[in-house]
């Protein structure tokens, strides 16, 4: 059974309450992910307790101070396997879905969140990597833990109960999730698409699966780059273009995504004939 311990450096541990509720407490309660809040002010050397002061050079706002986050990362237990250290920020890499699935294979991982207009660049040097939730900037770190928390929790297996749930997610082949309906039958004029209720599972899959690529080609086009194609979605990707002149517009990326080896099978049998 996997286990994944979380340790979060904050100022606002009272912000976390929201872990302790739906998939992430039955999670906790089920021993397969622990979540421990550290707040580093407890580590703060002066009298009062300051863990922010001005920038040197001047400037706007207030630096976090490098000696509370040092003291406090310092006195984390040895860890019992893979740890990963990740430093919230806007400046970080940006969090997708396959970050997701890479630290949902460590053992633990320690989210260093931020407040105030920055770090000491002097803490970056205790951080594996540094991370984005995307092009934008929050109040603090505490709101982006909790979403990597979210994330990458629901790929631990055990903790979603159905253990291919997650294969079907947005963003877990590079696509977006396809078209989901449930009762009742018809709802103010619109109905379930037939194929849906026809019993025929290869069709509907192969309706899912190029309902997916229509979504994330008209929604997504930034992710087509990285698509992972398959042989079948080809033809789907050529009958979508006939349904729909934006798709029509990227037949020549699709078509650059073919696989260079059996372009080159397609031409030596031509070669041969």
Known sequence: MRFMHFTVLTLFPEMFISLQESILKRAQNAG????????????????????????????????LKPEPIYAAVRALPEPVGVRKVILLTPQGRVFRQSLAEEWSKCDEIVLLCGHYEG?????????DEEVSLGDFVLTGGEPAAMVIIDAVTRLIPGVLGESTSPLEDSHSDGLLEYPQYTRPMEFEGKRVPEILISGHHAQIN??????????TFLRRPDLIQDLKLVSSDYLSLEELAEENLEIAAWRE???HLRPILKRWRSSRRNMDG
């Open 119 to 127: 770090f000491d660049e002097r803490i970056r040097e205790l951080a």
């Open 32 to 63: 397969l992910l622990s979540v421990q809040l550290v707040n580093f002010r407890d580590y703060a050397l002066s009298k009062h307790k300051n863990v922010d002061d001005v920038p040197y050079g001047g400037g706007v706002g207030m630096v």
């Open 206 to 215: 192969s309706w899912r699966r190029k309902e997916a690529l229509r979504r």
């Open 253 to 255: 990326t699709w078509q």
